[in-house]
């Protein structure tokens, strides 16, 4: 036995540098992602060098056969694997509205992220825009102008814009900025529609609302894509130049986030004069501009009893033009969304007659409203409410900038202390990553580009991050942020946050639903081939895309794993410098969530669909991988400034911590039948010891905080695009004033601390020895004249409103609106009142 035991010993010692050499052949195979015949080259190479037995070549021939040799594998693998999974109800069930907000839009990069191996190569030569000369123009002038005639307590007070607003937005075509320039719009691009939206946001909310609808998914964008040449001809220039004003009728009562509940409905018939016509009766909510439209876009679905279009009798869900001043409308009613006096509205109508006509792109357009809302959303999520929330972060940074270096407690400025510190870094943080979101996902919508997914994101991560923002600005300002009235300039930022969380598409479901739900079979790279190869019973098309997907996990399990080992360390990079260990640990991060994914996808298959929570967290990784890379598009697309690394850090390290939150709530609630426990034990231990990182570090979070306290080109590009008031006594202009005498002030400061040090003066307060300082010559007359100076702007700047009870009782009063709108019955009167204020 002992003779036995160590001949075993002898021949495993004599193996070994063969098994560690095909032990490494095979991580490299699997790393690279090798073909299946070089596997089994390798493998019968290793037999050969074994001198291996007849049975085992004979089973390599069956894999061979059985794997390798197409017809094949298709016959009896692939066909069995297909009638088991039809069976079995395998794969989710897909309604057709569901396919049709899958078939929208493209794949950009998200596809790379979801790949398991990002082409960073490809990534950094997308586009990173600049506005035109022409754009430029615009914003510097009439968006400047526009945001210095408006006045957002105001606006809040009246609950309206006032008619010269009204009027110079519709003068200067802010209603035709994507209408294109041969129908008297504007034709800018997405990038400068967000930046105005941007700009106006940093000014007044509702304002910025009021431009950004007709701007949006609206008449003006569909028209642009689907309407007849008839139809162009007709409304784009009207709607130019405010001769229209628009609205688009899609969410009703029971039917939100489920638009295939739609029960607005529209019967074609023939009139008595031969004609064709649509009776249509709905009942809608939450629709901006409504009670003052002129042109109202509504989606019903459509049915046509006589086939009277040859197009069969339920044709689905359409989009039609209805003029307003139609018999049976009724508007002028409004929501009150939380105080932000922009008009919302409900709508219905009962019986209303239009002709075919007014249906989008004719009757050809009959039916395909569906795709048309998807196929516009899938664009125009990236851009409106991610342009507000970006502007809105900018004009937060730079008020708790200011106001941590303005107010003072035990005779410190509040930003110096760690704790104030930590929600400023956080507000500096996210401005610079969503700025470099902004810009990065108009480029790909400029370059043609309608990515569903990454607009899904864009919604929702930037919403729910200025919800973040807001909160974090209202605790540095503490008292001042939550007393209401004119100096206050973050209140209703924070009444507003919750309407942009709900509209175009409620937050939770983009979340739950959309960016994984669609990403998972959009982005993937096989799924969707597969679950089009099962619909259509195409057994060659199966078996291409599943064993190419089965190529692909395991492609990613083998990077996963050695990514894992190795801290990232063998992606590549693009690029050298401080960005590299990103570049390498985002590789890792793509291929751990591209292999957990497909093990999601495989052991739970279409009950993965209702595993929200679950998907959820897929939803996160996805979305920080997405804001990561864009973080390290702007660092590349900037020039690397040197300035700016601490930004890149913070935004790194915040990202991949939030990918690791996310990852380490998969592994826990991951149920893989059989190997649950693996996940949950070992792989979340691996994850809670492996991590890919636990966040910003204090120091890191602490050079972000001090760069916005100070007054200079940083903080200047970083709110880059904001409006900036130039009357003294506006809030803003007077706590930017302080802010930066404050700062100038510290020097004399220091000087007077200085000379408590050497004893030249008593041990108090410096701001106490001001005249002894000046009499012992420690300062200057100019220095003191500063100080006091800066201490006379810092009380103004930090001053809260207050009101006589008189006046406090004015404050709660609500006035009528400034411009009359159509009364319940539909006349126009109401209409007529107000186009006479515009012209």
Same mark, same amino acid.
């Given at each position: 036995m002992e003779a036995l035991f160590f001949g075993f010993l002898s021949g495993l010692e004599a193996s070994w540098p063969v098994w560690t050499a095909a032990a490494a052949a095979v991580l490299i195979l699997g790393f690279t992602g090798a073909p299946l015949m070089l596997w089994l080259l390798g493998t019968g190479l290793l037999m050969w060098g074994y001198a291996a037995p007849t049975w085992a070549w004979i089973?390599? #021939? @069956?894999? /061979?056969?059985?794997?390798?040799v197409k017809p094949v594998r298709r016959a009896t693998l692939s066909n069995g694997i297909m009638k088991a999974m039809k069976a079995f109800n395998f794969l989710p069930v897909i309604s057709q509205t569901e396919q049709t907000a899958i078939d929208a839009g493209t794949v950009w990069i998200d596809g790379e992220l979801f790949s398991g191996k990002p082409d960073f190569n490809r990534i950094l030569n997308e586009s990173y825009p600049e506005l035109n000369e022409r754009e430029q123009a615009f914003l510097d002038d009439q968006v400047e102008k526009l945001c210095a005639m408006t006045n957002d307590w105001e606006v809040f007070q009246n609950r309206d814009l006032p008619p010269d607003v009204w009027e110079y937005m519709l003068k200067e075509k802010f209603f035709g900025l994507i209408i294109p320039q041969e129908y #008297?719009?504007? #034709?800018? *691009?997405?990038?400068? =529609?967000?930046a105005i939206v941007s700009k106006l946001t940093t000014r007044c909310g509702p304002l910025a609302?009021?431009?950004?609808?007709?701007n949006s998914l609206g008449p003006a964008e569909l028209l642009i894509h689907y309407g007849t040449q008839e139809q162009k001809d007709y409304y784009l220039p009207r709607l130019a130049v405010g001769q229209e004003i628009p609205c688009f009728a899609l969410t009703e009562p029971n039917a939100g986030s489920d638009a295939g509940g739609i029960s607005s409905n529209g019967v074609v018939f023939k009139g008595d004069d031969g004609k064709l016509y649509l009776r249509l =009766?709905?009942?809608?909510r939450y629709i901006t501009l409504a009670a003052i439209s002129t042109v109202l876009g509504l989606a019903f679905k459509l049915r046509d009893p006589e086939n009277l279009l040859g197009k069969g009798k339920d044709l689905g869900i359409t989009c039609a033009l209805i003029p307003t001043d139609s018999g049976g409308i009724k508007l002028g009613e409004r929501h009150d969304p939380l105080g932000v006096p922009f008009y919302n509205c409900p709508t219905s109508g009962k019986d209303v007659i239009v002709p075919v006509s007014a249906i989008i792109g004719g009757t050809d357009g009959a039916g395909l409203g569906w795709k048309m809302l998807m196929e516009c959303l899938a664009a125009g999520r990236g851009i409106s409410l991610p342009a507000s929330s /970006?502007?809105?972060?900018?004009?937060?940074?730079?008020?708790? #900038?200011?106001?941590a270096a303005v107010r003072k407690q035990f005779g410190l400025p509040i930003g110096k202390f760690e704790g104030i510190e930590e929600p400023v870094s956080r507000i500096a943080g996210y401005s610079y990553i969503f700025e470099a979101a902004r810009r990065f996902t108009c480029g790909a919508l400029m370059d043609g580009a309608k990515p569903a997914v990454v607009t899904a994101i864009a919604k929702y991560s930037f919403t729910e991050s200025f919800r973040e923002v807001v909160n974090d600005t209202m605790d540095v300002l503490g008292g001042a942020a939550i007393s209401k009235g004119p100096k206050n300039m973050v209140a209703h930022a924070y009444y507003s946050v919750p309407v942009s969380i709900t509209v175009e598409g409620a937050n939770i479901l983009t979340r739950t639903l959309m960016i994984f739900g669609q990403g998972a079979i959009r982005c993937h790279p096989y799924a969707l081939k597969e679950i089009q190869a099962l619909t259509n019973n195409d057994l060659k098309a199966f078996d291409d895309a599943f064993w190419k997907h089965i190529g692909h996990v395991g492609h990613n399990f083998f990077r996963s794993v050695l990514l894992s080992l190795t801290r990232g360390r063998l992606a590549g990079s693009p690029v050298n410098g401080v960005a590299a260990p990103y570049y390498r640990k985002m590789s890792w991060a793509s291929a751990t969530f591209a292999f957990i994914a497909d093990i999601a996808m495989g052991s739970l298959g279409g009950a993965l669909k209702v595993r929200e929570k679950l998907t959820g967290r897929f939803a996160d990784v996805l979305i920080w991988?997405?804001?990561?890379? *864009?973080?390290?598009?702007?660092f590349e697309a900037e020039g690397r400034r040197k300035e700016d690394e601490a930004f890149l850090h913070y935004a790194m390290q915040l990202s991949f911590a939030n990918i690791q939150k996310a990852f380490e709530g998969i592994f826990r609630h991951l149920d893989v039948p059989g190997l649950g426990w693996l996940f949950k034990g070992p792989v979340a231990l691996w994850a809670r010891t492996n991590t890919l990182s636990t966040g910003p570090s204090d120091d890191t979070a602490q050079r972000l905080a001090k760069a916005v306290q100070v007054p200079g080109q940083q903080r200047d590009r970083f709110t880059e695009g904001m409006f900036m008031p130039k009357p003294e006594a506006d809030p803003l202009a007077q706590l930017e004033r302080a802010f930066r005498l404050s700062v100038q002030s510290e020097e004399v400061a220091r000087k007077i601390k200085d000379a408590i040090r050497k004893k030249t003066l008593p041990r108090i307060k410096p701001a106490l020895l001001l005249d002894q300082a000046? !009499?012992? /010559? @420690?300062?200057?007359?100019?220095?003191?004249?500063?100080?006091?100076?800066? !201490?006379? !702007?810092?009380? !103004?700047?930090?001053?809260?409103?207050?009101?006589?009870?008189?006046?406090?009782?004015?404050?709660?009063h609500i006035p009528q609106p400034t411009l009359n709108v159509r009364n319940g019955k539909g006349n126009a009167n109401g209409l007529k009142d107000f186009q006479q204020v515009l012209n």
């Open positions: 089973t390599l #021939g @069956v894999i /061979a056969l059985f794997f390798a #008297g719009g504007l #034709g800018f *691009s997405a990038l400068a =529609n967000s609302t009021t431009v950004m609808v007709p =009766n709905w009942e809608k /970006a502007g809105g972060m900018k004009a937060m940074l730079r008020v708790s #900038g200011a106001y991988m997405y804001l990561g890379t *864009s973080v390290l598009r702007r000046l !009499e012992k /010559a @420690v300062i200057t007359q100019a220095d003191y004249d500063l100080v006091m100076l800066a !201490e006379k !702007e810092r009380a !103004e700047a930090i001053r809260v409103d207050s009101f006589t009870l008189e006046e406090y009782k004015l404050t709660a």
